[in-house]
Antibody, heavy 116, light 109 residues
Framework: QVQLQESGPGLVKPSETLSLTCTVS????????CTWIRQPPGKGLEWIGF???????NYNPSLKSRVTISIDTSKNQFSLKLTSVTAADTAVYYC??????????WGQGTLVTVSS | ESVLTQSPGTLSLSPGERATLSCRTS???????LAWYQQKPGQAPRLLIY???SRATGIPDRFSGSGSGTDFTLTISRLETEDFAVYYC??????????FGQGTRLEIK
């Protein structure tokens, strides 16, 4: 079973850039879609976007202008950058594997708080 | 934009009872593109059902999914204490790409 682990700062200042990395173990990230999903405290799930090992990306239109997802297959990692963050971006951020049309493997999630 | 509406918002039942959770989509969805997840406090969501009716690996057979078009259902035949959690449906495809329902909280009565 593939395992995913998010890493990155837990606190980001308003207007700055949120940066997270997902490291995948027990499997290669090639040939499936690597995805970021977030969940504000006490709220539901929001898909942010995904990237394929080929480099193809797809982003949620509501975040597209601020999001970049990149991939490093040599390290079995993929990353998220979200620019110009506000308090509304405070959330638990999950990385997940999209296999087919659903998410079969998830990281444990990492809480990112936007605050000065 | 495709919207997924789950009902009820909260469902209060007792262990041993049957739970029926609904997910209605604003646009018709191919069955392959509909999934269900369970989330417990402090944990990541866990895939239960994919393709509207196929159980994911390791999911007990008391969980079943059904439906087509715009109406989908997750049924838990006999509730066990570990089943009390929040459940989300998820759709792949259509703008904005991937969407989740707002969730149904299943609580112990």
């Amino acid at each position: 079973q593939v395992q995913l682990q998010e890493s990155g700062p837990g606190l980001v200042k308003p207007s700055e850039t949120l940066s997270l990395t997902c490291t995948v173990s027990s499997g290669s990230i090639s040939s499936y879609y690597c995805t970021w999903i977030r969940q504000p405290p006490g709220k539901g799930l929001e898909w942010i976007g995904f990237i394929h090992s080929s480099g193809n990306t797809n982003y949620n239109p509501s975040l597209k202008s601020r999001v970049t997802i990149s991939i490093d297959t040599s390290k079995n990692q993929f990353s998220l950058k979200l620019t110009s963050v506000t308090a509304a971006d405070t959330a638990v951020y999950y990385c997940a594997r999209l296999l087919g049309y659903s998410f079969d493997s998830w990281g444990q999630g990492t809480l990112v708080t936007v605050s000065s | 934009e495709s919207v997924l509406t789950q009902s009820p918002g909260t469902l209060s039942l007792s262990p041993g009872e049957r739970a029926t959770l609904s997910c209605r989509t604003s646009q018709s969805v191919m069955s392959n593109y509909l999934a269900w997840y369970q989330q417990k406090p402090g944990q990541a969501p866990r895939l239960l059902i994919y393709g509207a009716s196929s159980r994911a690996t390791g999911i007990p057979d008391r969980f079943s999914g059904s439906g087509s078009g715009t109406d989908f259902t997750l049924t838990i035949s006999r509730l066990e204490t570990e089943d009390f959690a929040v459940y989300y449906c998820q759709q792949y495809g259509g703008p904005p790409g991937i969407t989740f329902g707002q969730g149904t909280r299943l609580e112990i009565k």
